[in-house]
Each structure stands twice: as C-alpha cells, then as structure tokens.
C-alpha cells in the first residue's frame, strides 16, 4: 500500500528536506506541500492525502486551526501528524485535542519520522505514548478537570481494560494477546470506545482518559 504524504511548514527548507526523507521509502510519496495552514484543504482537497505533517506554528493559520477546518471539511479525513520545534509546546497538545494523531519533534531522526507516518496512517497503535502522556501532566495537571471518570460514556468493564491498554500504547495485536481475545474482537472494541468517546481516533480517546482522571498521570 502507497501512502500519500502532504507537507506543510512555512520554511521551504523544512518542506523541501522533508519531502527528500519520505520520497526515498518506496512505499510513501509526497504529494502536495503547502506554506501555511490556509492551504492546507485545496492542497489535501486536491490530492487526496493519507497522512498530513502539519507544522504547529505559522503566521497566517496555524496547526490548530488548519487541522480543525481540515478535519470538520472532510470525511473520510487525512491523518494529521503535527510537526514542532519544541514538544511541550501548548500549541501541540491544542493541535491533539483539535483531531491530530500524534506529533513530531523537526529534529527527530529520519528513520522514526518514517515509522511515525505509518503508525498513525494505520491507527493500530498510538505514536509516542509517553510523550503524549507527559504532555497531558503538563496540561492537565495532578488534579483532573472531570474526577468523575468516564461514567458518562457507560464504557463496559472491557471496553474499559482495552482503553487503558490503548493508553500504554499497546497494538490491537498487543492489547489481544494482553487479554485473551481475537484480534477481530478487539478491533470491536476498540471502535465501540472511539465511538462512545466520540473520538477520532485512539490520541483523542486517550487525551479524553487522561483529562477525566480515568487514567492516571502518575
């Protein structure tokens, strides 16, 4: 399976390098490539991206406003891998919490941006998850926003197990071995969390677990 790749960044000379490490996987091309967020949707529009790399910060639109609007205009839409200099950033967990799927550090090493991009064009598994963690401690704080948990969701007792899986950054394949289930079965569930969580995908899903106090921070 190819997968299709739009760059954005306001630097052409973080475009142009980016699209040099993605074009030499043989099963990943490049695109389109936008400089700034207000492109974003022709572009994607236009070629009927995959995978996003979304630079956080820009002048005229940023990360968090192009990954709304590109989320909320399309269906089926794109994955949206936010890329930024600084990973505790409060643009980057506003940007996870908008519908993107993970985020990228601009100097993480070429082989990982690579393997970034398939894991989220999958879904099978969450990017980084200790990462995404720590970003929520920073945001979130000891205290939860809603110490209630996720009783409104009215998770079952396995929906629930498999969500704090997800939240550990477990596969489908992992989270079936973890508790004896088909694979096809966990794939149910999962789905029917995205689903009661109204999440886009398992990021948001767990950013939900995190801010709820249903699973904690420390």
Request: charged share 25%.
């Amino acid at each position: 399976m190819n997968l299709s790749v739009v760059v954005v960044d306001d630097e052409p000379l973080i475009r142009s390098g980016l699209r040099a490490i993605i074009n030499a996987e043989p099963d990943l091309t490049v695109v389109g490539e936008a400089g700034d967020g207000a492109e974003v949707l022709p572009v994607v529009r236009r070629t009927g991206a995959d995978v996003v790399l979304m630079d956080v910060r820009m002048p005229a639109v940023d990360g968090i406003q192009a990954t709304r609007l590109l989320l909320d205009s399309l269906d089926p839409a794109p994955r949206v891998l936010v890329v930024t200099t600084f990973e505790n950033d409060d643009y980057v967990y506003d940007a996870l919490r908008a519908g993107a799927s993970g985020f990228l550090l601009k100097r993480t090493p070429p082989d990982d941006i690579i393997a970034a991009i398939r894991t989220v064009a999958s879904s099978e598994s969450l990017l980084f998850p200790e990462a995404i963690r720590a970003l929520a401690l920073a945001h979130v704080g000891v205290q939860p926003s809603r110490p209630a948990g996720l009783d409104e969701y009215q998770l079952t007792d396995r929906e629930q197990e498999v969500l704090r899986l997800m939240a550990k950054g477990l596969s489908n394949a992992e989270i079936a071995a973890e508790l004896i289930l088909g694979l096809q079965t966990v794939k149910t569930h999962v789905a029917n969390v995205l689903a009661k969580l109204n999440a886009r995908d398992r990021t948001q899903a767990v950013i939900r677990a995190y801010e709820s106090g249903f699973v904690p921070l420390h």
